[in-house]
């Protein structure tokens, strides 16, 4: 099994930034993919950015430019660099990793005003 924590979320203005942490206990030496995942009220859940144990990066369209994924295997940490945040990245943000089940945090709320 994996356990997955998430910090990092919180309030900030349009154009400001934040960075979410997940860390990652457990299984962490089976895991080869780790993925940000959000979901805004009434919507369905997206995925964000995903990065490989060799360091190959993608990201959906909404956030190529202003988001940066990072992945501390020393420390199994996730890192999720948002900056130029937009109200419509408002949302609850979730760690994910696929290993046989899919394993989820609990997610950290994420706000942008406008």
């Known amino acids: 099994q994996v356990q997955l924590v998430e910090s990092g979320g919180g309030l900030v203005q349009s154009g400001g930034s934040l960075r979410l942490s997940c860390v990652a206990s457990?299984?962490?030496?089976?895991?080869?993919?780790m993925d940000w995942y959000r979901q805004a009220p009434g919507k369905q859940r997206e995925l964000v950015a995903r990065?490989?144990?060799?360091?190959?990066?993608t990201y959906v369209d909404s956030v190529k430019g202003r988001f940066a994924i990072s992945w501390d295997r020393a420390k199994m940490t996730m890192y999720l660099q948002m900056n130029s945040l937009k109200p419509e990245d408002t949302a609850v943000y979730y760690c994910?990793?696929?290993?046989?089940?899919?394993?989820w945090g609990q997610g950290t709320q994420v706000t942008v005003s406008s």
């Open positions: 990065i490989t144990n060799g360091g190959i990066t």
């Open positions: 457990g299984r962490v030496f089976d895991i080869y993919v």
């Open positions: 994910h990793v696929p290993l046989g089940s899919a394993y």
